[in-house]
């Protein structure tokens, strides 16, 4: 296994299009995790899964954006009539966790896609 | 004000130095507290976790949780080049929630 594999790498877009973005967990992960990072920011929480459940959605993912893992593995996240301000890196981790409350002891993240919106 | 505060450096040190990385946040229901370290381009990659108040030792690197003060330290010993990477604070509440909050990062350069 080589890790959280996220596609594509880079995607420059005209505002007003729409965007889809893919994420490969760690095959044995049962959770998987988005943030959007912006230049000389950290990591912003955006929603994540517990197999195919979401299981939590920041107030940052607006009625734009969407997010699925339809038969928990892999997962994709769509932006709708992007805007300028979509511009930023988004980034898919995924974790083990042995049960619903369980805790996980750190992420592995992916090297995200880098989205241009112009 | 946000819930974790980072100085975001740069912080520029020659090689071998002692690097101290800190951050301070205000909720004090956090209790699962991680250093990131991300390389250009890249996603950030866990180097440290710690539970609750306490120090843990790996290597090079110590962390340090006060959670009386809402203070957490990322110490770095016989600093190398290759640390050269933004250093990312990461801590969750743990209750009903798996998300993290990070601070902005710290910028390090080591200089040969």
């Known amino acids: 296994d080589t890790g959280v594999s996220q596609n594509p790498r880079h995607k420059i877009t005209k505002r007003g299009q729409n965007v889809t973005f893919r994420c490969d967990p760690i095959?044995?992960?049962?959770?998987l995790y988005w943030y959007r990072q912006t230049l000389g920011q950290g990591p912003e929480f955006l929603t994540y899964?517990?197999?195919?459940?979401?299981?939590?959605k920041s107030r940052l993912l607006s009625d734009r954006f969407s997010a699925e893992r339809p038969k928990g593995s892999f997962s994709t996240l769509e932006i709708q009539r992007t805007e300028q301000g979509d511009s930023a890196m988004y980034l898919c981790?995924?974790?083990?966790?042995?049960?619903?409350?369980?805790?996980?002891?750190?992420?592995?993240f992916g090297s995200g896609t880098r989205l241009t919106v112009v | 004000q946000k819930e974790v505060e980072q100085d975001p450096g740069p912080l520029s040190v020659p090689e071998g130095a002692i690097v101290s990385l800190n951050c301070t946040y205000s909720?004090?229901?956090?209790?699962?507290f991680m250093w990131y370290r991300q390389y250009s381009r890249k996603g950030p990659e866990l180097l440290m976790y710690?539970?609750?108040?306490g120090n843990k030792e790996d290597g090079r690197f110590t962390a340090q949780v006060d959670k009386s003060s809402k203070y957490i330290s990322l110490f770095i010993r016989d600093s190398q080049p290759s640390d050269s990477a933004t250093y990312l604070c990461?801590?969750?509440?743990?209750?009903?929630?798996?998300?993290?909050?990070f601070g902005t990062g710290t910028r390090l350069q080591v200089f040969p």
């Open positions: 710690t539970y609750s108040s």
């Open positions: 899964f517990q197999n195919e459940a979401q299981l939590e």
């Open positions: 909720n004090s229901a956090f209790q699962y």
């Open positions: 095959s044995e992960h049962n959770r």
């Open positions: 990461a801590m969750s509440a743990g209750v009903n929630t798996d998300k993290l909050i």
């Open positions: 981790a995924s974790s083990l966790v042995r049960s619903l409350q369980g805790r996980n002891y750190g992420y592995t």
